[in-house]
């Protein structure tokens, strides 16, 4: 079974540019989460894709957007980068258990740099 | 809404003594309750949860944690300290739901000195 992996693992850009960061969920999960981690903070919830559809939205703006595809994989957008936009980027994925999403398996992560 | 507090962002122990990393969670619902583990340069490693069934939870590698609603607490342990253990760790809420929203606390990196 393979687990949830990311792609790139690091990445640099500059000010202003635009990123995506990638994410393949573990086989058999409908369900990816995405999660910025500053350094030295816990992650904070970005957004969840469920079923190709966004749900449910933390507290980012608008630049950050995402994708979920038919077999699951995910993307992260994030336009316009800003300096605190430096962060290790998780992805999480899970499937439905009865009663709501189950439990969630994160990937190794993206280190973003923002100059 | 749910918030985490984990007192204390660095804890130092000697190998072979008591693991006690506190963690205080605010929650409008019943909580699902957990604590990750993050090694240098890698992602988070669930090492227990707790879901309203037993309130003393084991896990992974010999760690484990009791839910106290009283308190409001679920405080991690482990009674000897290995090296191995050195690493960030991580207590999260959700109040379950259909989305299942994780929140984090700001960590407990923990030492542990030979």
């Known amino acids: 079974e393979t687990g949830v992996t990311q792609s790139p693992t690091h990445l640099i850009k500059t000010r202003g540019q635009q990123v995506t960061l990638r994410c393949s969920s573990q086989?058999?999960?409908?369900?990816v989460s995405w999660y910025q981690q500053a350094l030295g903070q816990g992650p904070q919830f970005i957004f969840q894709?469920?079923?190709?559809?966004?749900?449910g939205r933390g507290n980012f703006p608008p630049r950050f957007s995402g994708l979920q595809f038919p077999n699951y994989s995910s993307e992260l957008n994030v336009n316009a980068l800003e300096l605190d936009d430096s962060a290790l980027y998780l992805c999480?994925?899970?499937?439905?258990?009865?009663?709501?999403?189950?439990?969630?398996?994160f990937g190794p992560g993206t280190r973003l740099t923002v100059l | 809404a749910q918030s985490v507090t984990q007192l204390g962002s660095h804890v130092s122990v000697s190998e072979g003594a008591l693991v006690l990393l506190r963690c205080n969670y605010s929650?409008?619902?019943?909580?699902?309750l957990f604590w990750y583990v993050q090694y240098p340069n890698q992602g988070l490693q669930l090492l227990l949860k707790?879901?309203?069934?037993?309130?003393l939870v084991k896990g992974i590698n010999g760690f484990e944690a009791e839910f106290k609603k009283s308190e409001t607490s679920f405080h991690l342990t482990k009674p000897s300290a290995h090296m191995s253990d050195a690493a960030e760790y991580f207590c999260?809420?959700?109040?379950?739901?259909?989305?299942?929203?994780?929140?984090f606390g700001k960590g407990t990196l923990l030492t542990v000195n030979p």
């Open positions: 999480a994925s899970s499937t439905d258990v009865a009663g709501g999403i189950g439990e969630q398996f």
């Open positions: 086989s058999g999960h409908n369900t």
């Open positions: 894709y469920y079923r190709e559809e966004e749900n």
């Open positions: 929650s409008s619902v019943p909580p699902y």
């Open positions: 707790y879901t309203s069934a037993a309130t």
């Open positions: 999260a809420v959700t109040g379950g739901g259909s989305n299942y929203k994780l929140t």
